[in-house]
């Protein structure tokens, strides 16, 4: 679980680098859509892109 939240922060950390910013972050496709858990610990340390989770929608996390 570690190394599968890690690896989901080193490639979401890069897009926001290259692409020049994300208007959204949304994770999908099995374990990122059914596990808030996992949302959160993803987001925990993007938080210089401007990235937070938006509490009032059950998966959904959006920049600030």
Do not use: Y
Not at 14 to 43: F, H, K, Q, T
């Amino acid at each position: 679980m570690d190394h599968f939240v890690f690896r989901l922060q080193r490639e979401l950390g890069a897009m926001p680098a290259v692409m020049g910013g994300i208007d959204a972050l949304v994770l999908c496709g099995g374990i990122g859509e059914n596990s808030r858990i996992i949302g959160r610990r993803v987001c925990e340390r993007l938080g210089w892109t401007g990235i937070e989770i938006d509490k009032t929608r059950s998966s959904r996390v959006l920049p600030s």
